[in-house]
C-alpha cells in the first residue's frame, strides 16, 4: 500500500473554505478513483497560516497513475487553487505503508 501526501499553506482566513473546496475536489476526485482506499484532509493552525496536508491510500502507484497521470510525483493543482495558496508546492511525498486500513 502506498501512502500520498501533500501539502499546501492557506491563510488562517481562508482556511475553513479553502477545506471545502479540497473536499469537493482533491479528495472526491481520489475517492473516485479505482485503488484509492482512502483520504483525509489534515489541518494545522500556526497563527495566520494554516498548512493542509492531503493524505489518501492508494493500493500501488498504478493506482496513484490513474488520478495523477504518468508523473505521479508532481503534485496535482485544480482552478481555484491559486485563489488559495500561499505558494504551489511542486511535488508530493509518497510511503509505503504498512497494515489495514479500517
Known amino acids: 500500500m502506498i ?3 501533500w501539502h ?8 475553513e473554505a479553502y477545506m471545502n473546496y479540497v473536499m469537493q475536489t482533491g479528495v472526491k476526485d481520489y475517492r473516485a478513483t479505482p485503488g484509492n482506499l482512502n483520504a483525509q484532509v489534515w489541518q494545522k493552525q500556526e497563527g495566520d497560516i494554516t498548512h493542509i496536508w492531503t493524505v489518501s ?3 500501488n502507484i498504478e493506482s496513484i497513475r490513474a488520478f495523477t497521470g ?3 510525483e508532481k503534485a496535482k493543482y485544480y482552478k481555484e487553487d491559486k485563489k488559495y495558496l500561499l505558494e504551489l508546492e ?5 510511503y509505503e505503508c504498512f497494515g489495514e486500513i479500517r
Open 8 to 15: 499546501g499553506k492557506t491563510s488562517s482566513e481562508n482556511a
Open 70 to 72: 504518468r508523473d505521479y
Open 57 to 59: 491510500w492508494w493500493v
Open 3 to 5: 501512502v500520498r501526501l
Open 90 to 94: 511542486p511535488t508530493v511525498q509518497h
